[in-house]
């Protein structure tokens, strides 16, 4: 994918929650009054804006899949997208810190 640390911190959220099965998605995340699968969705649709921004094109939501179990491919979908905007290192710095934080919430 590239990307560096965002490639990294991708990989290691992909991993940990690649296994899941939809109960554990369904759980709520730590601390939070949201769902895991909600956690990482929103996860995905600030991807997703940020390589709009770059791109300065429009943001677009990214659909809400009926399987949760798809919700690592889709991150790995969003992420690879922004890197290939080529995004100025700031933006890829904080990609990957809101990878770290939405790993550590889980």
Known sequence: MGGGELGRAVELLVRQVGHWQQPRWAAAAAGGNVSR?????RLVQEMANLAA?????????????????????????????????????????????EVTATRNAL
């Open 53 to 97: 921004d770059v791109e300065g094109g429009p943001r677009r939501t990214v659909p809400r899949l009926d399987n949760d179990l798809a919700l690592p491919d889709q991150l790995r979908v969003v992420a690879a997208d922004l890197v290939a905007t080529a995004p100025p290192p700031e933006v890829l710095a904080r990609a990957a810190a």
């Open 37 to 41: 699968a909600d956690l990482v969705h």
